[in-house]
């Protein structure tokens, strides 16, 4: 896989969970790259969560992450992350990240995706 996510697990509500998702740099030059994080909650849809554009900016957020979640990226160890505070039990889901090349949206169009990694977040 050319992404690999990482950082996952179980969190009691309030607590804070960082991802990361490190580019293999086999398939694609990685500054170049927009990285968007989804999640996909048990029985539900996969929905956006954030993205940030190859310069670094502009930045995304869904509505029901702002100001709790940060996605930033490290060009220089191929990676993006994604810093989770204030997690609540509706953060659960399968978080996955997804690169296209240089500009962020918001739905599908990313050619290349993790498997995802478990966030579970207890009352």
């Known amino acids: 896989e050319e992404l690999s996510e990482s950082g996952g697990g179980l969190v009691q509500a309030g607590d804070s969970l960082t991802l990361s998702c490190v580019s293999a740099g086999r398939k694609f030059t990685f500054n170049s790259m927009a990285f968007a994080w989804f999640r996909q909650p048990p029985g539900k849809d996969r929905e956006f969560v954030a993205a940030?554009?190859?310069?670094?900016?502009?930045?995304f957020y869904a509505e029901s992450v702002k100001g709790r979640f940060t996605i930033s990226r490290d060009d220089a160890k191929k990676t993006a992350v994604l810093h989770m505070n204030s997690l609540t039990p509706e953060d659960t889901a399968v978080y996955s990240c997804?690169?296209?090349?240089?500009?962020?949206?918001?739905?599908?169009?990313?050619?290349?995706w993790g498997q995802g990694t478990q966030v579970t977040v207890s009352s």
């Open positions: 940030i554009e190859w310069s670094g900016h502009p930045i």
């Open positions: 997804a690169a296209r090349w240089r500009y962020a949206i918001n739905g599908s169009g990313y050619d290349y």
